[in-house]
């Protein structure tokens, strides 16, 4: 899920920017530390939106440069357990399948893929035996997160599932309300 997030930090302006208006170069500086972020509570950041609030700023003895309180909005995608995501298909492996969701790839598990026995092509596809689905690159497609892994802060995992009704290609959730 996207947030709308409200954080407080401190940040170091170095002497190169103090040719530019403070809080343009405050911006920049959070910016540069916050783009691509990713913690457990905030999330994966994708965009810095506005400066809210500057607090006076301080010189640090040794330093040379003012660090200033500020408070800034920005977006975060947060993978929640059980929440139904839509995405593409990346790339298709023998075990399964890599989707983007937002700014994140997740991995959904060849079992988890479809409702059927499901064998891999080496054109990068996924079939149903018996429903003759077939997943390829570039699908769109709808799956629910089923697990979501921060341990290693730098490559989130994300694991997902398209077997329950509703979740798979897009057009698969048609073809079931056809039946």
Same mark, same amino acid.
């Given at each position: ?37 990713? *913690? ?12 809210? *609030? ?21 977006? %975060? ?43 891999? %092509?080496?054109?990068? #596809? ?26 290693? %802060? #730098? ?5 997902? #599932? ?18």
């Amino acid at each position: 899920m996207f947030y709308k997030t409200v954080i407080k930090d401190h940040i170091r302006v170095p002497p190169n920017l103090f040719d530019k208006e403070v809080e343009e170069a405050i911006l920049k500086k959070i910016k540069e530390k916050y783009s691509g972020y990713i *913690d457990k509570d905030v999330g994966i950041v994708v965009e810095v939106l506005k400066l809210n *609030d500057v607090g006076r700023g301080v010189i640090i003895p040794g330093d040379g440069a003012p660090h200033y309180e500020v408070e800034f909005e920005l977006i %975060a995608f947060k993978p929640e357990l059980q929440e139904i995501v839509y995405g593409r298909i990346k790339d298709i492996a023998d075990f399964g399948a890599f989707i983007t969701i937002g700014p994140i790839e997740g991995m959904i598990h060849i079992s988890q893929t479809i409702d059927d026995f499901v064998s891999f %092509a080496k054109d990068k #596809t996924l079939s149903g035996k018996e429903t003759k689905r077939v997943l390829k690159v570039g699908d769109l497609c709808r799956a629910r997160i089923i697990a979501a892994s921060f341990k290693d %802060a #730098t490559n989130p995992k994300i694991g997902l #599932t398209m077997r329950q009704p509703g979740l798979g290609r897009l057009d698969w959730a048609d073809e079931d309300k056809k039946k």
